[in-house]
């Protein structure tokens, strides 16, 4: 089993970046595939970003393709998405999760952390 820390939301404008972290204990942080999600307010939580546990394959949500990057550094136990060219719609808690696959939707465990804001002003 693994915990999980998001970190890294904030406010910021249309155009905007910023840089998420999830911060992973255990030692076989590195034998999974790891994702991004988000929930926006009164909506589902959503696929975002998945990578495979090596960091060779990478895998994203069509809305975000071109904008945003999933990382990892499997030395730290950390994995990151960059978020570039921020829209009001990318608005929502950003969470992180193992997943299948790197390219599965769906989230391995049914547990999450505490999630980090990211809202992006018009």
């Known amino acids: 089993q693994v915990q999980l820390v998001e970190s890294g939301g904030g406010l910021v404008q249309a155009g905007g970046s910023l840089r998420l972290s999830c911060a992973a204990s255990?030692?076989?942080?590195?034998?999974?595939?790891m994702g991004w999600f988000r929930q926006a307010p009164g909506k589902e939580r959503e696929f975002v970003a998945g990578i495979s546990s090596g960091g060779g394959s990478t895998y994203y949500t069509d809305s975000v393709k071109g904008r945003f990057t999933i990382s990892r550094d499997n030395a730290k136990n950390t994995v990151y998405l960059e978020m570039n060219s921020l829209k009001p719609e990318d608005t929502a808690v950003y969470y992180c999760?193992?997943?299948?696959?790197?390219?599965?939707?769906?989230?391995?465990?049914?547990?999450w952390g505490q999630g980090t804001q990211v809202t992006v002003s018009s």
């Open positions: 999760n193992a997943v299948p696959y790197y390219n599965s939707r769906s989230p391995k465990y049914d547990y």
């Open positions: 255990g030692r076989t942080f590195s034998s999974y595939a």
